[in-house]
């Protein structure tokens, strides 16, 4: 690409195929969202959806539970066929349930069985921190020292994980292995499938944390032989503000006891039964714990009918596109400026949001709010800028970076304090 102009993202975004669903989402008045890898912003069909539930609340009472629009009762598993096809897995693999830490925690409770000389966990050292909270808990619940049986692969740049150390450290005495799907400070996407043969080859359990990936790449946890995954729906799925999450269960597992057992976990036409022995379902439903969070669930009904209607590969195409531009407009623009790419340059390894470093990270970030441009600051020197494909365009790309030249050229930055605000 060698024109830099602003005519030319204009033109880009007449070439659009996904152009019109820009006008589905509430876009902030005046400014650019770039956080979309973080919180996702609000489509017109997620309101429409909320709105049916909270009229059925309103107007059928209990009722809602089975006479509803989308009675709630079988809304979790309603949103889990609707979710299958993101993640590569069947329906009945699928479950909408809890938060990505209480996923995690359920699936290490039910898939880490420590015998032998098996008594390891194997993550790694760039993982989000709530996974390792998790994992360190579970160690201790069963009286194992997380600074012996927890084994974290470390990144030799800090930015990438090598997949060959990770299946170096699949040793005879890794009991289960949780890995991301795309690392959430660099964007780099794991070769899931080829870590997942490789565990399987040595008879070790495999999960993936999807939380960046999911409703941004395509994926075929089925297929793969993947173990397990969960997930957060509020990121690039734009189900809002702490949505209930969602896990996988490969259907080779099903019949596995739960380990953090619950009412609804229970097959659905003994739910009711009342009986003080439970009878889980058949398949990942018997992986939720207690009542739907129906609220938080609703949203996500509207949310998802548009990523079934466009497509994975469509919405990765154009990701690919916004953020291969996005870099060749900061090669051309901030050059002078000590910005670092921090993301992988090649298409098969990034996800769907750049990692732009900087030493003034934080106040850079703060400058460009004041520009009312919304970015993502992760400490101690990273800016995140996530271009979604189904709201954002080319010419919000060409004018964050244009905006972002400016801030530097004029060294705006300079009235801020570099420290990061209380949510960073």
Not at 7 to 17: E, S
Not at 154 to 163: I, K, T
Request: proline residues 5%.
């Amino acid at each position: 690409m060698n024109d830099f102009t602003r005519a030319y993202a204009q033109q880009l975004d007449k070439q659009d195929p996904l152009a019109s669903y820009r006008e589905e989402f509430y876009l902030p008045e005046d400014g650019i969202y770039m956080d979309g890898n973080s919180l996702g912003l609000l489509s017109k069909r997620a309101e429409r959806t909320l709105l049916e539930s909270l009229a059925d609340w309103k107007e059928l009472g209990i009722d809602g539970w089975m006479s509803g629009r989308h009675p709630w009762f079988n809304l979790s598993e309603e949103l889990a066929s609707l979710n299958a096809p993101l993640i590569g897995g069947k329906s009945e693999e699928v479950m909408v349930t809890g938060s990505t830490t209480v996923n995690l925690h359920q699936l290490v409770a039910s898939f880490f069985k420590p015998e032998g000389k098996r008594t390891k966990i194997l993550a790694d050292a760039l993982t989000f921190p709530s996974d390792i909270y998790a994992l360190k808990s579970q160690l201790e619940l069963r009286g194992l020292d997380p600074v012996e049986h927890l084994v974290q692969v470390d990144s030799p740049d800090g930015r990438f994980l090598v997949e060959d150390d990770l299946i170096a450290a699949m040793t005879d005495e890794i009991a289960l292995i949780v890995l991301p799907t795309v690392l959430y400070r660099s964007g780099q996407i794991l070769d899931m499938p080829r870590l997942a043969k490789a565990a399987y080859e040595r008879g070790i359990l495999i999960g993936f944390d999807a939380c960046h990936s999911v409703g941004a790449i395509p994926h075929d946890f089925h297929e793969w032989g993947v173990d397990f995954a969960y997930w957060c729906n509020y990121k690039h799925l734009n189900g809002g503000p702490g949505t209930v999450g969602g896990l996988f269960v490969h259907e080779r597992h099903f019949g596995t006891t739960p380990g953090l057992a619950g009412w609804f976990g229970s097959r659905k036409d003994k739910q009711f039964d009342m009986n003080h022995t439970m009878t889980p379902a058949e398949h990942a439903g018997a992986f939720q714990i207690g009542t739907p969070h129906v609220m938080s669930l609703a949203p996500q009904l509207g949310a998802l009918e548009m990523f079934n209607e466009v497509g994975m590969e469509a919405i990765r195409q154009k990701s690919l596109a916004l953020t291969t531009y996005m870099m060749d407009l900061i090669e051309e623009m901030l050059a002078p400026h000590g910005f670092f790419i921090g993301s992988p340059t090649d298409t098969r390894q990034r996800g769907a949001h750049l990692s732009l470093e900087h030493p003034e990270a934080a106040r850079i970030c703060k400058a460009l709010k004041e520009h009312r441009i919304i970015p993502d600051f992760r400490a101690p020197n990273i800016i995140r800028l996530a271009p979604v494909a189904l709201y954002n365009t080319f010419t919000d790309v060409y004018d964050v970076i244009v905006t972002l030249k400016k801030i530097m050229d004029d060294k705006e930055y300079e009235a801020f304090e570099n420290v990061r605000e209380v949510v960073a």
